[in-house]
């Protein structure tokens, strides 16, 4: 408890100190915010906490999160369905929406094969997958797992488990990022993208 | 609004962003804590933030913060009220307390003199410490706002307001700080520590 602050004040305080990122300073910050904000505003931040809890699912479908049972991306006619890209987590279909050029649908496997820390294939949302790629008339999927070394290892996992299926299975293209020097690239990814490279 | 969030997602991370220090990576990342936090550290954040809002107000004799009408600082028997020390906000209180060496009670200004923004005397907490002073029986006020200008300029406004009365006026002293090498202090500093030295 820190001394000088009103008992209210120290509790909240040392719930923020629990949130990511958030340190003592940072703490204290946001509770004075907290203290001089509008009672619109934290009313309207307590209501949005509680949606989240009360309201966030997983979708049933690609596992990504959801307001609804079904997620807004796999209820869009519009998308192709038959384009389904792999990624780990959430945040991976945010940063493939962002691209702007994906309109096909996803399947989040909520985590990455780590042997290291028990995390197996029973922990992943492989079994869902291959039950999708087999019932739900799929005819190509892109695994986009991170291209670390628990991201490759995923993607040449569910390479082996999806072979017995009539699809194409595509990896993301690896290489120099657009709008990097050479002079910064590592060269693991200069080998990669000279052994990828493409006509011009 | 973020394309790829679910709607209730996207209002918390817009909540966050509010908040001083958090840009939008910072509100994602708080927005997946309240996610995956448990029912009871999220009720527990909730319950603070209002109970901060309901219980948090200024005491009625210092203008620190406080849960109850006088502060836990003025109603502390322990403590001399003959001793006052005037700081500019409840940091400052906070500051004066982790030193730890400090038994006196505080007098909170809640603002500093700026004329350039637009506070003048009417906008701080002057005239109720001029009426503390002249009834409380208090015997030294502790001038101790910051030294910026602003600070400075505020602490001689009220040496010169309590002028009148027959009490000890002082103001914290300046110097090199303490674990500080001379090589980083600033000229000005230097200038006040020369000016201001002890006997050794």
């Known amino acids: ?11 909240l305080i040392e719930a ?3 949130m990511p990122g958030i340190g003592a300073h940072s703490a204290q910050k946001l509770t004075f915010y907290i203290l001089q904000a509008s009672r619109k505003e934290t009313d309207s931040l307590i209501r949005s906490i509680g949606e ?5 699912r997983f979708c049933r479908t690609c596992n990504n999160l959801s307001d609804e049972d079904i997620c807004s991306i796999c209820s869009d ?3 192709d369905p038959k384009l389904v890209c792999v990624v780990e987590d ?14 096909g649908v996803y399947h989040v496997l909520l985590g990455e094969l780590s042997p ?3 995390v197996g294939p029973d922990e992943l ?4 997958l291959v039950k999708r790629v087999g019932t739900d008339g799929v005819e190509e999927v892109i695994l986009a797992t991170d291209f670390t070394t628990e991201g490759e290892t995923t993607a040449l996992y569910l390479l082996e488990v999806l072979k017995p299926f009539d699809i ?3 990896r993301l293209a690896r290489g120099v990022p657009v709008g990097a020097s050479l002079e910064f690239a590592d060269s693991a990814t200069l080998q990669r993208a000279l052994e990828e490279r493409k006509e011009a």
Chains 1, 2 share one sequence.
């Open 116 to 118: 290291i820390d028990g």
């Open 90 to 103: 959430p945040n991976g279909v945010i940063a493939m929406e962002k691209s702007g050029v994906y309109n």
């Open 1 to 11: 408890m820190i001394k000088g602050f009103p008992k209210p004040m120290a509790r």
């Open 168 to 170: 194409k299975v595509s």
């Open 52 to 56: 989240v809890k009360q309201n966030v």
């Open 77 to 79: 006619t519009a998308r």
């Open 125 to 128: 949302k492989i079994t869902d």
């Open 16 to 18: 923020f100190k629990k």
